[in-house]
């Protein structure tokens, strides 16, 4: 009678497990698919969009090169007629535009910026030394007003805060314009006391006011970051300057785009005069930024904002 019951008893016991096991079983590979479907999706979005990155920046690279400048949102492009419309990622976010770091971005599948799967692209990757020259001020015999003008591929700050004029100097090297190292120090003797500013109409630019015992003009040099990179000019985004494929020749000549940032300096023939020029003192534009002033028959680009 007892072995007749266990028969039974074991015999609903498989009736109850077998379907139980089949649908254990069938979960597992149900959820294993589940997962492994969602993380070929995420690859396949993350894929989409790095390729929509990189045609996204490229268009970015185009209105900077049409238009020499960089664009401050999408409408500038729209309205240049590059795009037609804002753009979306994979999960229909809008990508951003980090004008500063000369970077398209997306949040990724997380939708949070700054964290690990941000994605983003470059339309200008490395803060590189693009164009130097000495304005002479329009006065060749008087160095007083002459300023060395160095254009960055992107937006330049620095690396830490009450910068000299001899800690940018430091980042940089003079070599002739066949190759031959020169002493920058020697070349061009600037101090603790020394005027610099960056150009607040692009931001690219930055502009050292030349000690008048400077020897700049005695022959052709040429000027590059030192490898490996700058320790302080840098990107806004945080990236070093690092050095050009070949070092920038110095071009000379007036061009006189800062004429009254000189002469609020307290520089030139005029120095005495109009003291209270637009836009005020720029005495302490080290670590700011100033606009070159904007005067009866200069050029359009030339206005003055002064530096805090």
């Given at each position: 009678?007892?072995?007749?019951?266990?028969?039974?008893?074991?015999?609903?016991?498989?009736?109850?497990?077998?379907?139980?096991?089949f649908?254990?079983?069938i979960?597992i590979?149900?959820?294993?698919?589940?997962?492994?479907?969602?993380?070929?999706?995420?690859t396949?979005?993350?894929?989409?969009?790095?390729?929509?990155?990189?045609s996204?920046?490229?268009?970015?690279?185009?209105?900077?090169?049409?238009?020499?400048?960089?664009?401050?949102?999408?409408?500038?492009?729209?309205?240049?007629?590059?795009?037609?419309?804002?753009?979306?990622?994979p999960?229909?976010?809008?990508?951003?535009?980090?004008?500063?770091?000369?970077?398209?971005?997306?949040?990724?599948?997380?939708?949070?910026?700054?964290?690990?799967?941000?994605?983003?692209?470059?339309?200008?990757?490395?803060?590189?030394?693009?164009?130097?020259?000495?304005?002479?001020?329009?006065?060749?015999?008087?160095?007083?007003?002459?300023?060395l003008?160095?254009?960055?591929?992107?937006?330049?700050?620095?690396?830490?805060?009450?910068?000299?004029?001899?800690?940018?100097?430091?980042?940089?090297?003079?070599?002739?314009?066949y190759?031959?190292?020169?002493?920058?120090?020697?070349y061009i003797?600037?101090?603790?006391?020394?005027?610099?500013?960056?150009?607040?109409?692009?931001?690219?630019?930055?502009?050292?006011?030349?000690?008048?015992n400077?020897?700049?003009?005695?022959f052709?040099?040429?000027?590059?970051?030192?490898?490996?990179?700058?320790?302080?000019?840098?990107?806004?985004?945080?990236?070093?300057?690092?050095?050009?494929?070949?070092?920038?020749?110095?071009?000379s000549?007036?061009?006189?785009?800062y004429?009254?940032?000189?002469?609020?300096?307290?520089?030139?023939?005029?120095?005495?005069?109009?003291?209270?020029?637009?836009?005020?003192?720029?005495?302490?534009?080290?670590?700011?930024?100033?606009?070159?002033?904007?005067?009866?028959?200069?050029?359009?680009?030339n206005?003055?904002?002064?530096?805090?």
């Amino acid at each position: 009678m007892a072995d007749k019951v266990k028969k039974v008893f074991w015999e609903k016991l498989k009736k109850f497990l077998v379907p139980a096991s089949f649908a254990f079983v069938i979960g597992i590979l149900l959820f294993v698919s589940l997962r492994i479907y969602s993380g070929l999706k995420i690859t396949a979005q993350i894929d989409r969009c790095n390729s929509e990155l990189k045609s996204i920046a490229k268009k970015v690279l185009t209105f900077v090169q049409t238009q020499g400048e960089d664009p401050e949102s999408w409408q500038d492009l729209i309205k240049a007629g590059i795009l037609s419309e804002i753009p979306y990622d994979p999960w229909g976010r809008a990508y951003e535009l980090l004008v500063d770091a000369c970077k398209v971005v997306s949040a990724g599948p997380n939708g949070k910026f700054g964290d690990g799967d941000d994605i983003g692209e470059y339309w200008i990757k490395d803060l590189v030394l693009m164009q130097a020259y000495l304005d002479d001020g329009g006065t060749y015999n008087d160095r007083s007003d002459d300023l060395l003008v160095l254009v960055f591929s992107k937006k330049v700050g620095f690396s830490k805060d009450n910068v000299t004029a001899d800690d940018i100097l430091q980042d940089f090297k003079l070599v002739t314009k066949y190759g031959q190292p020169l002493d920058i120090a020697q070349y061009i003797p600037v101090d603790s006391q020394t005027e610099f500013f960056i150009d607040a109409d692009d931001e690219k630019t930055l502009v050292i006011h030349l000690p008048p015992n400077h020897q700049l003009d005695v022959f052709k040099y040429a000027i590059n970051i030192k490898a490996p990179h700058a320790n302080v000019i840098m990107a806004r985004d945080g990236v070093p300057a690092v050095p050009s494929g070949t070092p920038i020749e110095i071009e000379s000549g007036t061009y006189n785009k800062y004429a009254n940032v000189m002469k609020n300096l307290g520089v030139g023939e005029e120095s005495g005069e109009d003291s209270d020029t637009e836009g005020g003192e720029v005495l302490n534009c080290k670590s700011g930024t100033v606009k070159a002033a904007d005067e009866e028959n200069s050029s359009e680009e030339n206005g003055l904002e002064g530096a805090e």
